[in-house]
């Protein structure tokens, strides 16, 4: 038979040895602790007292070190200037970083002032404070028309007011593409994102046409389509923001859809595939947009705070004003063409 295991105890004295070491250990661990936490804030510290190296700093420093010189920490410190002299350290809750938008704005405004040599009439009917919805027409087949409609306002109203424009998901959710539409402000189109900007205070732009409006073959130019959701009717009434109708006459021949090859976009995630006269003949030449006459026009605002936020749900009251929105912006267009004589100087 096995015999029954037997308990020894240990003695007292090697209980207090074990408990001494125990507390000791424990000592040296809170210890640890504290030296690192008095590191880290010692470096916080450093990096508040002392900004870091610019560019050309870095630059200097990594070409003084030499290939022998050269470690991993001048490496970092490099992909560091380089990343920050374009980027800010902080950006908003949608992701928009102001120096990164100071950085690509150079090439807008060439294209806004030379390119497309933009005239912009009616800009002072843009609230001059507080929330504001710019509703225009979408054409261009690239969301250029929204990008200089920020510069228009932006340059031309005497509030120099910045505006972020609601990209569609066609651009807001590419690869390449979203990433910076979102560092340089715009924000992607739902009705949650717009009320939450609105009622910050801030000026929206939105194209209710959407894919239909930048996807318009060339026989179907300046023709709107219908409003038919009014969602940009419902925002502004639930936020009390005033509605500016805007058209833009130059962005639908940058880009002449002459045809459509949507067997070929929808594997790659596009509504459309455009066939235009220069793409895809030319390949990347082809993205280059033709240099026309723009005109931006603004209409007088369309006040809505007085229905309140309840009537966003009247589709009746929703209907009516979208179409009236849309009858504005069409005959905006209209008289525009009618004054026009030639697509390239207007």
Known sequence: ????????PLDRARRARRAARAASLRE????????LEA??????????????DGLLVTLARVAQAGAKGLSWENLAALQ????????SEQTDE???DPLFAERVRPLFEFLYAVWWRVEAAGVENVPSAGPGLIVANHSGVLPYDGLMLKLAVRHEHPARRECRMLALDMFALLPFLAPMLAKHGEIRANPENAERVLKSGEL???FPEGVKGVGKRCKQRYKLARFVRGGFIRIALRTGAPIVPCAVVGAEEIHPVIAKADWVGRPLGFPYFPITPTFPLLGPLGLVPLPTKWSIDFAEPLEVAGYGPEA???PILVNRLAEQVRTTIQQLIDGRLARR?????G
């Open 204 to 206: 929206v732009a939105v």
């Open 28 to 35: 040296r661990v809170q210890e640890l602790e504290a030296a």
């Open 312 to 314: 966003a749900e009247d």
């Open 1 to 8: 038979m096995r015999e029954e295991a037997k308990v020894i």
């Open 94 to 96: 949608f992701g928009f």
């Open 39 to 52: 590191a880290r804030r010692e470096l916080e510290d450093a990096s508040l007292e002392r900004p870091a």
């Open 341 to 345: 004589r030639s697509v390239w100087f």
């Open 80 to 87: 560091r200037a380089l990343y920050f002299a374009w980027h």
